[in-house]
């Protein structure tokens, strides 16, 4: 069993219709476990370090702008192979280059505003559900 971090962003919480129980029911009918759910407004030191690799990007303001810009709801996921897996359902990270069915493809709007956000290997794992989770 392995775990990783999971997090459902801004525009999808703010919504405010079916987008976050749809997405998952897409993650558990995956095979995921959920062992961990916050609804939560991430503030921005946190943000900044969470997303601390873009540091140097030129869309590194935009991204802290756009996540603090209402709460997320963060989760731990538990599976075989989970990270792999879950990089894998929820597709590219422009949704304009997701396959067909993935998360992005089904609820992304934009490169930066692409519904969800999914730990890109295991040591990135570790260290973002340290942050969200502690
Ligand atoms: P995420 O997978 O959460 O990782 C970094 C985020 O930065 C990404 O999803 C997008 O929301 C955002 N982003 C905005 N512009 C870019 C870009 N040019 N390349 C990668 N990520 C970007």
Redesign the pocket.
């Known amino acids: 069993m392995q775990q990783t971090y999971f997090m459902i962003k801004p525009e999808i919480v703010a919504a405010g219709d079916q987008k976050v129980g749809a997405i998952l029911a897409i993650v558990g009918a995956a095979g995921f476990r959920i062992t961990g759910l916050q609804m939560k407004q991430l503030d921005r030191p946190l943000i900044e370090d969470f997303?601390g690799e873009?540091k140097e990007?030129p869309?590194f303001q935009?991204?802290c702008d756009?996540i603090a810009g209402g709460p997320v709801v963060a989760i731990r996921l538990e599976r075989e192979n989970a990270v792999a897996a879950l990089r894998e359902l929820i597709g590219a990270?422009n949704p304009a280059e997701a396959s067909t069915g993935t998360i992005r493809d089904l609820f992304g709007a934009s490169?930066?505003?692409?519904a969800v956000?999914a730990s890109a290997n295991p040591e990135d794992s570790a260290r973002e559900l340290g942050l969200i989770f502690g």
């Open positions: 997303y873009h990007r869309f935009d991204l756009y990270t490169l930066q505003n692409n956000h």
